[in-house]
Each structure stands twice: as C-alpha cells, then as structure tokens.
C-alpha cells in the first residue's frame, strides 16, 4: 500500500498541471453588491484543488532539497500573515474563501518542490494541458462566440455581447481567445509560459518525439498567444525572451548555434501570427481606439480609488479578496461589474492583507529569488530557464491582478516559483 501511495503520488500532481487549465468547480454562495452578484464575491472549491489535495495527503512527508525548505517555511509564513487579515475583513466569508485557494496554491507550490516529482514531466504535463484551451481559443475567435458548459467551467462569450472581452477592428467586434480561462488575459499568460517551457522542453531533451511536436505547438501556441491580444502577456514573454537571450549571450556562448534555429522558429510564427491579423494587433496598441481609451480610463481610476482603500487598515489591510467588496462599500451606488481589483499586484496585496501580508510575500519571493541567483553564478544553464519563467510574473504583476486575485493566477504564480527553484538545481 505504501509503494502504491508513492507511485500514485506524483501522477496525481502531473494530472493537477495538466487539467490546471479548466475552471470546474463547485459554488457554494455568491456574494451581492446593491443585490447584483459580482465576480469576485462567488465562493467555490476547484476540482484541481481537490486534486492538490489528493495528492498532499498521498505524499505525506514531503522530500524536499535543504536549500529549499527556507521557501516552503516562508509559504507557511505568507498563509499565517494573509490569515491575520481575515478578522478585519469587509467580509470574513470572502476572505476566508480567497485565503483557503492561497492554501491550495501554496500546498501546490510544495509538491511541485518534492524529489518524487519529476520537473520535467511536471513541465510537460503544464504544456500538454494548454492543447485543449489553445484549440478552443482558435474556435472562439473564428467562430465569434464561446460554449456554456458548467462541466468544463466555461461560461459563455459572444462578440455581441456587451461585458466580452473583444477587439475592434473595420470587420466588427471580434471575440478575444478566453480559451478555458476567465479572461483572455489570464489565457495569455498561461500561453506565454507554455510557449517557453515548449521551447526549452525541447532544447534540453532531444528526442524525436520531442522534435515531432515542437512545430505544431509552438505554431498552436504562438496563434492562439497573439488572438489573446493580451498585452500584458505579449510584453511579459519578449521580457523574458530578451532575459534568456542576454544570459545565454553572457555565460553560454556556445549554445546560441544550438538555440537561434528554435528562436527563430518561434520569432518567425509569433510575427506571422501578427501579420495575418494585422489590423486587431495594430488597433490593441493605438490609443485612440474607443476599447483602448476605456481601458485606460478604467485604470486611472482604480489609481485613483486606491488611496481610499489602503487608508482604511494600512496594517491589515480589507481583507484578503475583499478589495472589490471594500470599494463598493467606500464608493458605493455604481454597477456591480464596475468594482474590479486594481490592475496592480503589488498594491492589491498591499490594500488587501496590509504591510504585514505585503512584507512576507515579499520576503518569500526573495527566499526564491536568492536560490536561483546562486545557481546563475554558478553558471548553471537550467538556472536561466529559471530565470526566465521568473521573469512573466515579474512583469505582469505590474499590469494586472490575477496572478492574486484568482486561483488559476495564485496556481500559476506558484508553478512558476517552483519551477524556478527546480531549475536551480
């Protein structure tokens, strides 16, 4: 029974990465504002998380590197901080939902760092599991609209309905790629991590079957990455690609004749993929567009509201998940869908679980930020895949919030920090 346990123990994290994707869950209360549900009061339970859990209780005790036990301590840290804030919370329900997914992602966070699991197989089954919502994200642009299914966790999306997230161009309202993903902004993250891991998956295991599918996913990835038309991920992948470049040009020369035909391999289907929808891509960056001068606007004020919310507990902040529920309450009378987390990781941390919780996230991500350093002076080549991966959240937590604000962003952020110490090794 115990070897069972062991073996059936990684597998089930593999099976948790692969289906990380899907949003299947079960609701059990949705909060109000001025008796209208809001999209950040539902509280649920995801099926990965069940499978996370699953998987805790089948590893029993953890095998994980001595160097990376400061950062699994620091997690444990980060969850008692974020619990302070629950007491002061606008809405204690609320929080204590928000912080429970905090538990699972952190939960996550340690099984990805166990020995038992295999960093490369936990990086394929990352990839393999993006297929699915690359493929339907081709369908939603194409086709202008996205199924309802409650098994799946997919809502339902159409070009002509007012909330979608679209673009304009001169043939209309065109849907953005959702994929399985909330908003195409998140979808656009996970892509932009799975088109790295894709690559470096194949540099560094050189077998046909590995070769076999580098053309076809990369060229599924790199489509469905640009019908995101997700800036904040466009910017944080070419952040990271110039990282990667920099430190392979600095300490591994030799391997740019290795890597330059996959670069340009990926560089010549992302500007294809460009091309071919010129006027959408074009239209994502001109601030004169109606879409775009919404967009900034919306981000201006939630600059401009966040004053009013830090102020209300600079040191505990309104409650992990509470931000949106917290604004209602100082700005009220406006539509529920109004009320959205400041796009902005950093201060929504901060206005959320206050300087206690915002001082231990930070000291956690130094925890892996350090390791991952040392092995890049060691000049260890896995270490600037490490340095890589750690570079998307870097930028992105800058230019949205969902890498906090929802579990496939915390679930994400937590991937990422471990892969990065993985890569360390």
């Known amino acids: 029974m115990r070897a069972l346990r062991a073996n059936l123990f990684p597998w089930l994290v593999y099976v948790a990465l692969f289906l990380l994707p899907w949003q299947t869950r079960y609701i059990f209360d949705q909060k109000l504002i001025g008796g209208e549900p809001f999209e950040y009061g539902t509280l649920s339970v995801y099926a990965v998380e069940l499978l996370v859990l699953a998987a805790f209780f089948l590893g029993q005790r953890l095998m994980i590197r001595r160097e990376h036990q400061v950062s699994v301590k620091t997690i444990g840290i980060v969850l008692l901080a974020v619990a302070i804030s629950i007491p002061f919370s606008f809405n204690a329900d609320l929080s204590l939902n928000a912080w429970m997914h905090l538990v ?27 297929i699915g919502p690359a493929v339907l994200g081709l369908f939603q642009f194409f086709s202008g609209w996205s199924p309802l299914s409650t098994i799946f966790g997919l809502a339902f999306h159409e070009a002509s309905q007012l909330g979608a997230s679209v673009i304009e161009s ?17 979808f656009g993250g996970y892509l932009a991590i799975g088109l790295l891991l894709t690559f470096f998956l194949a540099s ?18 790199s489509f469905t990455f640009i019908l995101t038309f997700s800036r904040s991920a466009w910017l944080a992948f070419l952040a990271a690609a110039a990282v990667g470049i920099f430190f392979i040009v600095r300490q591994h020369r030799a391997l740019i004749r290795t890597h330059a035909p996959r670069l340009g391999l990926t560089a010549l289907l992302l500007a294809a993929a460009s091309l071919i929808f010129i006027t959408p891509f074009v239209n994502r960056f001109d601030p004169n567009e109606r ?76 925890t892996v930020d350090r390791v991952n350093y040392a092995a890049i002076r060691r000049r260890s080549v896995t270490a600037i895949g490490g340095i890589v991966l750690g570079t998307v959240p870097l930028v992105i937590i800058f230019f949205d919030h969902y890498l906090w604000s929802s579990w496939q962003g915390l679930a994400l952020l937590m991937f990422l920090m471990a892969m990065t110490l993985r890569l360390s090794e």
């Open 104 to 130: 699972f992602a952190g939960a996550l966070f340690c099984l990805l760092l166990d020995q038992r699991v295999d960093r490369t197989r936990a990086m394929t089954a990352f990839v393999l599991g993006l």
């Open 170 to 186: 001169e043939a209309g309202r065109q849907l953005r790629a959702y994929g399985s993903f909330s908003h195409p902004n998140v």
């Open 204 to 221: 560094r295991h050189k077998t046909r079957f590995t070769y076999f599918l580098q053309l076809p996913l990369v060229s599924l990835f």
């Open 291 to 366: 879409l775009e001068q919404i967009s900034v606007s919306e981000r201006v004020h939630q600059y401009q509201a966040f004053p009013l919310v830090v102020n209300h507990d600079l040191l505990t902040g309104v409650g992990v998940g509470a931000y949106t529920l917290a604004l209602a309450e100082i700005k009220p009378s406006q539509p529920a869908w109004s009320y959205q987390p400041i796009h902005n990781v950093p201060l929504l941390v901060l206005g959320e679980v206050g300087i206690v919780g915002a001082l231990a996230m930070i000291f956690w991500a130094v």
